[in-house]
């Protein structure tokens, strides 16, 4: 699988759209770009994944560039319950090995 | 409702001592998996299991040990042998994830067992 590399955190205040960003300059045409997040003492959630095209479900959107090197999820109006940690993830369909997190980005959402 | 449940929520244990932690799920899944997180870092796999019956050693299998005798239940036991055993214990299941679909990378959560060594 690709690596993946993500800020550490990022703030963002409530009500404005969270912009996090991933980059998996590495990527195969064959991968996908899979998105998680972990609320603190919780486990994660799956929020969108994509190959090539934006992608976008009531959850967020994915934008992906055109040389697929890099990935923004956005959170159009984040509110407080988006504080978490998000997991940008890199995976073909058949993978050998279950899916590896890295340490992802600390979003905090200020009111 | 479907999902996957742990238990305990919360866990308090004595140097020395076997605990064994819970984890049940009704989607159906083939696989199910044990993450460990530890404070600020990522998930670490510890194991994983595609079939009933078998199961394969993740990255930090040491110290642990599993059993996949039906499909809904994948329990976790910590041994006297791991060194560090407090933190916080996730499992996941998934459809089989050698399987060429989109939703084998997908997993459920739990909402996580948090053990205590003291």
């Given at each position: 699988d690709a690596k993946t590399t993500q800020p550490t955190s990022m703030d963002c205040a409530e009500g404005r759209a969270a912009n996090l960003p991933c980059n998996h300059s590495t990527i195969s045409g064959n991968e996908y770009v899979y998105w998680y997040?972990?609320?603190?003492?919780?486990?994660?959630?799956?929020?969108?994944?994509?190959?090539?095209?934006?992608?976008?479900n009531e959850m967020a959107s994915l934008i992906i560039t055109e040389d697929r090197k890099s990935s923004t999820l956005i959170l159009?109006?984040?509110?407080?319950?988006?504080?978490?940690?998000?997991?940008?993830?890199v995976r073909a369909l058949?993978?050998?090995?279950?899916?590896?997190?890295?340490?992802?980005t600390r979003l905090s959402v200020i009111a | 409702d479907g999902g996957i449940t742990q238990s305990p929520k919360y866990l308090f244990r004595k140097e020395g001592q076997n605990v064994t932690l819970s984890c049940e799920q009704n989607l159906n899944h083939d696989a199910m998996y044990w993450y460990r997180q530890d404070p600020g870092q990522g998930l670490r796999l510890?194991?994983?299991?595609?079939?009933?019956?078998?199961?394969?050693?993740?990255?930090?299998?040491?110290?642990?040990?599993?059993?996949?005798?039906?499909?809904?239940?994948?329990?976790?036991?910590?041994?006297?042998a791991q060194k560090n055993p407090t933190a916080f214990y996730l499992c996941a299941s998934s459809i089989y994830y050698g399987d060429s679909s989109l939703r084998?990378?997908?997993?459920?959560?739990?909402?996580?067992?948090?053990l205590t060594v003291l």
């Open positions: 997040r972990q609320i603190h003492s919780q486990g994660p959630q799956y929020i969108i994944h994509g190959l090539k095209n934006n992608e976008t159009p109006h984040a509110t407080l319950r988006d504080t978490a940690v998000y997991y940008c993830i058949s993978g050998n090995t279950p899916l590896v997190f890295g340490k992802g | 510890i194991y994983y299991s595609q079939i009933v019956n078998d199961f394969q050693k993740g990255d930090i299998a040491e110290g642990y040990s599993v059993s996949r005798e039906k499909k809904e239940s994948f329990p976790l036991t910590v041994t006297s084998a990378n997908v997993l459920t959560f739990g909402a996580g067992s948090r």
